[in-house]
């Protein structure tokens, strides 16, 4: 397993352009997410996952920080690292990169174990909990780990 994960590079949609001519914030989210499921089957989640099992994963919380423009044509990547895990849900943290190696934004999420039956949140397979136990175990310390567990706020000055 690969604990320094890099998504190949995706393309910014002219579709996903808003009237700003920048990148809407929703499709921020589609590219973290559509990185991730290149990651997932090397965890062992993954189509063939919820095929077999009946049990998916689905985000519960993310927070996203936009830290520079991005723009039509741009083509990026993201990475993954794994902050902590249990046995039902996983927190992470990603950063998404122009292919020139600047930042363009951030993202932290929450994401459960999910039997789809209930649908309800349930423990992960032993060999999940394994896997994920080894990718946390083998991936590099992030450079900056100031974005994470940041909280929404507005700071008051004293009157």
């Known amino acids: 397993m690969n604990a320094s994960f890099r998504s190949s590079l995706m393309t910014v949609k002219p579709e996903w352009i808003d009237f700003n001519g920048h990148l809407n914030m929703a499709y921020y989210n589609v590219l973290f997410d559509q990185s ?15 095929k077999t099992t009946g049990c998916t994963t689905y985000v519960a919380e993310f927070h996203v920080c936009y830290l ?27 950063e998404l990169y122009h292919k020139d190696g600047w930042l363009a934004a951030t993202g932290e999420g929450l994401t459960l174990h999910v039997d789809q039956s209930g649908p309800k949140v349930a423990p992960m397979p032993q060999h999940i909990q394994d896997n994920l136990a080894a990718y946390k175990a083998s991936q590099p310390a992030l450079a900056d780990p100031s974005r994470i567990g940041r909280q929404i706020s507005l700071t008051r000055k004293p009157r």
């Not at 991730?36 to 919820?50: A, K, M, R, S």
């Not at 991005?70 to 039902?88: C, I, M, P, R, W």
């Open 36 to 50: 991730i499921d290149e990651l997932y089957p090397q965890i062992g989640f993954g189509f063939d996952y919820v």
């Open 68 to 94: 520079r423009e991005l723009h039509e044509g741009n083509e990026v990547y993201a990475t993954f690292h794994l902050v902590d895990f249990d046995g039902k849900r996983f927190h992470s943290y990603s």
